[in-house]
């Protein structure tokens, strides 16, 4: 009997303990979110501004031009950092966090409003705020499914950003090349790259 309670009391203590590393885990995981968000907003403001000023013209011929050899931005990124720059304030990036304020400003201007008038919305994760503001009672069977799919894109987006900046780092540091497991980086990166081109 004591081996049973003993065993019990150890899984009650390794709960706990997942418990405490979870809440860690989410507390950095929402203060990066917030970084993000408010770099985000500065970003996009300062895009705004060359963009419309035109001052990019100096050095590139296009927008496009200076978006990929200036900045290395995607047309999309751009744009999405610009909107959120116009359609929301400092103080709101930083409190709800990159994913909520780019699910914002895909409404319109008086819906964005109604939403902003709650004051529960910076202590929601991104799920609960999705599913609050877009309910699933009003999506159909394909909406719920297209939404798992934006998710999970969402998921692999972060992997590839992370697996960018390893590539940077290797790029930065010769040294890192000459691990002997550098070859088999290079032939998975080659069939992660086959599988998104198919």
């Known amino acids: 009997m ?14 706990e303990i997942l418990k405490l590393s979870t809440d860690k885990i989410l507390e950095l995981k929402n203060k990066v979110n917030k970084d ?17 000023k035109k001052i990019y013209m100096w050095k ?11 900045v290395d931005f995607s047309e999309r990124s751009a744009q999405s950092f610009m909107k959120i720059a116009n359609d929301l304030d400092t103080n709101t990036c930083s409190d709800l966090g990159y994913s909520k304020c780019r699910l914002l400003v895909s409404f319109d201007e008086e819906k964005r409003k109604k939403i902003l008038e709650r004051d ?3 202590d929601k994760s ?5 599913d ?14 297209v939404i798992g799919l934006v998710d999970k894109i969402e ?20 040294e890192l090349r000459k691990n002997k497991n550098y070859g088999i980086l290079l032939k998975k990166m080659n069939i992660l790259t086959e599988e998104v081109l198919k």
Do not use: C, H
Not at 162 to 167: T, V, W
């Open 155 to 174: 998921e692999i987006l972060n992997i590839l950003a992370q697996i960018r900046d390893g590539f940077k780092d290797i790029e930065e540091n010769p």
């Open 60 to 70: 590139y011929n296009t927008w496009l031009e200076y978006l990929s050899k200036e």
């Open 132 to 145: 609050e503001v877009k309910p699933k009672d009003n999506m159909t069977e394909d909406d719920r499914f």
């Open 36 to 52: 993000f968000a408010q770099s985000v907003f500065e970003i996009g403001t300062q895009l705004n501004y060359v963009k419309s």
């Open 2 to 15: 004591n081996e049973v309670n003993e065993i019990f009391q150890r899984k009650e203590e390794g709960i």
């Open 120 to 122: 529960d919305l910076k």
């Open 126 to 130: 991104y799920r609960e705020f999705r």
